[in-house]
C-alpha cells in the first residue's frame, strides 16, 4: 500500500470509528423497587440476599441495574405512599415481602409487576386467583401457603415444654389473612387440649402491654405470629419473653439468634435469593400472573439451647436431633 493510500484508509476508519460507537445500543439499566416495613439494619440481610441472587443471574447494581429501596421503619401506616413513590418512579419491577406491605403495593399498582419474597396465604389474602396461575400482576414465593401451618409451631412448642397448658397468640389482626392463621392456631390449641388466648400487637409500643397481659393471664406457653411488628422488633419480643419466663416459639430464624426459645419455619433470606429468579423471568418478558407460586420445600428448626437453660427447661435429646441448629 502507497503512502496515499494508507493516509486514506486510517483517515476513512477515523470517521468510521465514531459512528460504529454511536450505533451500539446502551445496555438497558433496570430500576427495581425494593419496599419493607422494618428498619433497613433489621432487613439488611434480606436485601443482601436479593442482591446476591441477582448478581448470580448478570444483574449487578450500578452496572444494568438500581435499586429503589423503601422502609417504614416499622410504621405500617407509611407503607401507602412509600408504595406510591415507587410507582411515580415506574421501577419495572418491586420486591417485597409480608402482607401488610403487598397489600400496600398491590393497592398503588395494577400493573407494575411485583413479586412477593414472604407471603402468608396468599390465596385466603386475595394477593393471588390460585397457587398455580397466580393472575394479575403478583407472583412470587408463600412462607407458608395456608392458615393450618401455624398448628405445627405449636404442636412443637408443646413437644419441647410439655407443661405448657395454657397458650397466648401474640398477633396483629390488621394484615390480610391474619385472622385465619389466628382462628387455624386456636382449632390446633384446641386439638391439643390448651387453653387458648391472644394478645394483639398492631406496633412496637404494644409489646410491653402485651406480655403484662400474657403474665396476669397465666399463660405459660407463645406463639409469635410471622408479621413486621413483631420481625422489626425480635430482639425486644425475644427479651420480653425471657423476662417474663415465657417460652415461645417463632416462625422464623431471626427470632431464635435474637435470644428466642425456639423456631419453625422456612428460610426467609433464602427466599428472597430465590426472588431474584422471578425478578429475572419478569425482566425478561415472562407475566407474572403465569408463573406459578413457589412453596416452601424445607422447614427449618432452630433451637436455642442458652435460653432453654435460662428458662430451665430440659430440651428432649430427640428433639435436639431433628433440629437443623442448635444455637449454645
Known sequence: MNRRGFIGTVAGSLLVAPLALKAQPTAKVYRIGFIVTATSNETGHLFKALSEGLR?????????VVFERRFAEGKQERLPALAAELVQLKVDVVVTGSNPVITAVKQATATIPVVMAVSRDPVGAKFIA??????GNITGLANDTAP?????????LKEAVPRVSRVTYLWNPVPPGAEASKNALE???????????SAEVRGHDDLESAF???VRERANGIVVAQDPVT???RSQVALLAARSRLPAVYGVREFAEAGGLMSYGPNIADQFRRAAIYVDKILKGAKPGDLPIEQPT???????????KALGLMITPSLLQRADQVIE
Not at 393450618?148 to 412443637?156: S, V
Not at 382449632?187 to 388466648?197: I, M
Not at 427449618?300 to 435460653?307: C, R
Request: glycine share 12%; no cysteine; charged share 20%.
Open 56 to 64: 448470580e443471574l448478570g444483574y449487578v447494581e450500578g452496572r444494568n
Open 130 to 135: 390460585s397457587l398455580a396461575r397466580p393472575g
Open 148 to 156: 393450618e401451618i401455624i398448628g405445627k409451631n405449636l404442636a412443637l
Open 187 to 197: 382449632r390446633a390449641a384446641r386439638n391439643l387440649g390448651l387453653a387458648f388466648q
Open 212 to 214: 403484662a397481659a400474657m
Open 231 to 233: 420481625f422489626g422488633s
Open 298 to 308: 424445607k422447614f427449618e428448626l432452630v433451637i436455642n439451647l442458652k435460653t432453654a
